[in-house]
């Protein structure tokens, strides 16, 4: 039987070679239709990396589900997340003015998709509901629980953190992305459950497309 620490390495490269896809592959599929390019990145490469991750990390006799966080949640969690997010609101200017001043790949280009061509419920399934389920279900979800495997739970969160951040690198939002990524794995950590991280993720995208 493999060793539960062998997962950690194993789900760190993993989660690297995904973020290089999704800057590489993902920037073309944008650069060929803004639109439906985000939304093939979003609802297919990332929901087939989620589940590979998942498959390749999980115990024997773990649910997928579990690989996964998706796990009922407390409500203090849920209100814990919307709370946070005023704070991260504040902070991300602030990171993003760093990046831009000490990054020379740090593009501050903002969306990456025009919101004056899409249609309001487009923007919300785009920019806010879709990133938040599908880019949780793999940072937060399986890429933290395979970190986890073998890590305490400071370490996972933060290598998370840093390959979310790195993921919204042509964005010019990497220091940003980290931050809401340390906020949201803590929260995973404490809750036991994904589902904070999604609400996290959902009502900042939120604030920012209102």
Known sequence: MEPRRARWPRAL???????VVLELVGARLRAWHPAWGLFVTLWV?????TLL???AVR?????????L???????????AAVLAVPVLVVLAPLARELERRLSPFALATGAVVPLRELSQPARWLLLVASPAVCEE??????????????????????AASVLF????VSSGGALAGALVGLVAGWLVVRAGSVVPAIVLHAAYNAWWIA
């Open 13 to 19: 490269l993993f989660g690297a070679a995904v973020v």
């Open 45 to 49: 490469l990332l929901p087939a990396a």
């Open 53 to 55: 991750l998942a498959r």
């Open 59 to 67: 115990t024997p006799g773990e649910r997928a589900l579990d690989a």
């Open 69 to 79: 966080g998706l796990r009922a949640v407390r409500a203090r969690f849920v209100l």
């Open 137 to 158: 279900l793999f940072f937060r979800g399986a890429l933290l629980s395979g970190l986890r495997k073998g890590a305490g739970a400071g370490p996972a969160v933060a």
């Open 165 to 168: 951040g790195a993921a919204h």
